[in-house]
């Protein structure tokens, strides 16, 4: 496909691509346009798995993870932020200002700060209502909306909480999980920014494969770009994002680095209902893919002539 292009996770891809793409489409770079969209979606508070509205973690508080990425030699990441709202921002001065590639909890925090990030208060009364209710009964949660995104039901077996208990309907849209984001700008370069809140109800610290470079997201100008989203630890596993870019580096078409991908998830972990991964790969000349381990993933393309939310071209488990 010809560029610019981007391609963002879940149907909430509009929120970011339609306010980044513009730019883009003029020429601007692809490192602006995806910390530009994910900062966009980072900012709706109605998007409960990224940014300011995420759910929080099993103690009440939110923690947010991003990274960002244009080559091995250029990548940025902060993890478990508890007063900022923008990671992916946060994260680009990681890997513009400092040495390093990755900053966690308060010294990220206190990173932001110097950096002249405003805090804000991450947590929503939407969210702490979801939080209150998953505490006073995990079961009532609609797992099925939530799907790869709440913890495995062993967790709250491990509880002694019966999961098979009562479901109720939270009534609001799902937009489940990490946003990733991949452009091709007008130069012919590469950008990819990863966010997320990680997964809801987490034991606090956790941190998944979002900003963790080579499992949320990995970039390299010559051989392409894959993020991922669901559920971090199967990811973490196979270095999903890594081994995508690595498989086209040994000439797989995207969609069959992505396949293989996801058949080493399934080979190796024992799936569980609550399991679920996608992931997007993009090619330097622009051919790009999108799968997903199971069904209700969608993605959103963007090109000049706009967004487009679309169901992935494989699902490895229907
Ligand atoms: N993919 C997001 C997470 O597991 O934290």
């Not at 099993?58 to 244009?70: H, P, W, Y």
């Not at 690595?246 to 680095?257: F, K, W």
């Not at 381990?293 to 002539?305: C, S, V």
């Amino acid at each position: 496909m010809t560029p610019p292009l981007m391609l963002t996770t879940w149907s909430f891809g509009p929120v970011g691509a339609d306010a980044a793409f513009p730019a883009l489409a003029q020429g601007a770079d692809a490192l602006d346009a995806v910390v530009h969209a994910v900062t966009a979606i980072e900012d709706d508070p109605d998007i409960d798995s990224v940014g300011v509205g995420g759910l929080p973690d099993a103690g009440g508080r939110v923690s947010l993870d991003a990274c960002v990425m244009t080559d091995p030699d250029r990548a940025g990441a902060v993890a478990c932020l508890r007063r900022h709202p923008n990671p992916a921002a946060v994260a680009r001065r990681v890997m513009e200002r400092t040495i390093h590639v990755m900053l966690v909890g308060d010294d990220a925090d206190d990173f932001a700060d110097a950096q002249g990030f405003a805090p804000r208060e991450l947590l929503t009364d939407d969210a702490r209502r979801i939080w209150e209710k998953w505490r006073s009964d995990p079961g009532a949660i609609d797992r099925d909306k939530y799907k790869g995104w709440l913890p495995p039901r062993n967790v709250e077996e491990l509880r002694g909480v019966d999961v098979s208990a009562r479901r109720a309907d939270l009534s609001r849209e799902p937009h489940h999980d990490t946003v990733g984001v991949l452009a091709l700008d007008t130069r012919g370069r590469l950008a990819g920014a990863c966010s997320t809140s990680g997964m809801a109800f987490k034991s606090p610290g956790r941190v998944g494969d979002s900003p963790i470079i080579g499992q949320g997201l990995y970039v390299d100008q010559t051989a392409g770009a894959a993020c991922a989203t669901g559920t971090g630890e199967l990811i973490t596993g196979v270095s999903g994002s890594f081994l995508i870019v690595e498989l086209m580096r040994r000439g797989a078409a995207p969609l069959d680095a992505i396949r293989e991908t996801l058949e080493r998830i399934a080979a190796r972990f024992t799936l569980q209902e609550e399991h679920q991964t996608a992931f997007l790969a993009l090619r330097p000349d622009g051919a790009w893919a999108s799968a997903a381990l199971r069904p209700g993933f969608k993605h959103t393309i963007t090109t000049a002539d706009g967004s487009l939310v679309q169901p992935p071209h494989l699902v490895l488990k229907p």
